[in-house]
């Protein structure tokens, strides 16, 4: 089960960490990666972290603002957004994945319920 955090209503330019904390013990044997959902529009890829967080993979759109982040210990994968815009408000999911890593290109078949993320202009 993946459970996400930390999803609210922020300023442009502001920042926002998101969480996602996963049942068992055996998170480290999964890649985890984040997606979002604009109204209207497809769920798309936004970041994906390996297993042992030492590969990362982002979407242009978010390359250099956002980070993803794991700690194994506490089974809890993050998303660090920052310089937000009015374009990143969505529902952001978390996503994990049984398989081999392969950056965005990864098949993730767990999903959390989602956290709402507003970014006002």
């Known amino acids: 089960q993946l459970v996400e955090s930390g999803g609210g209503l922020v300023q442009a330019g502001g920042s926002l960490r998101l969480s996602c904390a996963a049942s068992g013990r055996t998170f480290g044997s999964y890649a985890m990666g984040w997606f979002r959902q604009a109204p209207g529009r497809e769920r798309e890829f936004v970041a994906a972290i390996s297993r042992s967080g030492s590969n990362t993979d982002y979407a242009d759109s978010v390359k250099g603002r956002f980070t993803i982040s794991r700690d194994n210990a506490k089974n809890t994968v993050y998303l660090q957004m920052n310089s937000l815009t009015p374009e990143d408000t969505a529902v952001y999911y978390c996503?994990?994945?049984?398989?081999?890593?392969?950056?965005?290109?990864?098949?993730?078949?767990?999903w959390g319920q989602g956290t709402q993320v507003t970014v006002s202009s």
């Open positions: 996503a994990a994945a049984s398989g081999y890593y392969f950056g965005r290109a990864t098949t993730f078949d767990s």
